[in-house]
T-cell receptor
Framework: KAGVTQTPRYLIKTRGQQVTLSCSPI?????VSWYQQTPGQGLQFLFE???????NKGNFPGRFSGRQFSNSRSEMNVSTLELGDSALYLC?????????????FGPGTRLTVL | GDSVTQMEGPVTLSEEAFLTINCTYT??????LFWYVQYPGEGLQLLLK?????DKGSNKGFEATYRKETTSFHLEKGSVQVSDSAVYFC??????????FGTGTRLTIIP
């Protein structure tokens, strides 16, 4: 079974631009979560989607948004990029997204904002 | 809110040494507990998990036991290898909630 895939793997943008990251979950998984990883803040939860609905949201500004499609693929969008948005963005999928479910992570998209 | 505290790194050991990485948690309910590992340039891989008290998770020679009385989930391995060099994250989740991660512990194994 194919794992979680994320595209692109690397991105370089400039301040003020916007960016869209894509995540394809493991087949059959309906929950997709997004995390931001930085050296200073560690791993922080952005949001989680289940059956095309945002079910949980972390403490990030409204510039960070996401969506999920009927095939469970998910995208996240960051508008008006800031230098501090430079990070590794990780997507994880699980069957139902409940506490006991295992979340399987993709390789991440490394975003650099100049 | 829920939180995870892990042993500060970095940790440097010689090959075949015994490894312990401490992890304690604070949670209102009965969370599931996880250890994830991150190799350089990669995403997170699940190493092991435990979903209830006294459960022991194990994988690739690593073990961790869910201790409710001490709210701990320490990671152990009897004999580490150079290939175990990575960053290890302890995490918890409950209900439909997100994974809450510790800060990570960088482990380096010297031949």
């Amino acid at each position: 079974k194919a794992g979680v895939t994320q595209t692109p793997r690397y991105l370089i943008k400039t301040r003020g631009q916007q960016v869209t990251l894509s995540c394809s979950p493991i087949s059959g998984h309906r929950s997709v979560s997004w995390y931001q990883q930085t050296p200073g803040q560690g791993l922080q939860f952005l949001f989680e989607y289940f059956s095309e609905t945002q079910r949980n949201k972390g403490n990030f500004p409204g510039r960070f948004s996401g969506r999920q499609f009927s095939n469970s693929r998910s995208e996240m969008n960051v508008s008006t990029l800031e230098l501090g948005d430079s990070a590794l963005y990780l997507c994880a999928s699980s069957l139902q997204g409940t506490g006991g479910d295992t979340q399987y992570f993709g390789p991440g998209t490394r975003l650099t904002v100049l | 809110g829920d939180s995870v505290t892990q042993m500060e790194g970095p940790v440097t050991l010689s090959e075949e040494a015994f490894l312990t990485i401490n992890c304690t948690y604070t949670a209102t309910g009965y969370p599931s507990l996880f250890w994830y590992v991150q190799y350089p340039g990669e995403g997170l891989q699940l190493l092991l998990k435990a979903t209830k008290a006294d459960d022991k998770g194990s994988n690739k020679g690593f073990e961790a036991t869910y201790r409710k009385e001490t709210t701990s989930f320490h990671l152990e391995k009897g004999s580490v290898q150079v290939s175990d060099s990575a960053v290890y994250f302890c995490a918890l989740a409950q209900g439909n909630e997100k994974l809450t991660f510790g800060t990570g512990t960088r482990l380096t194994i010297i031949p």
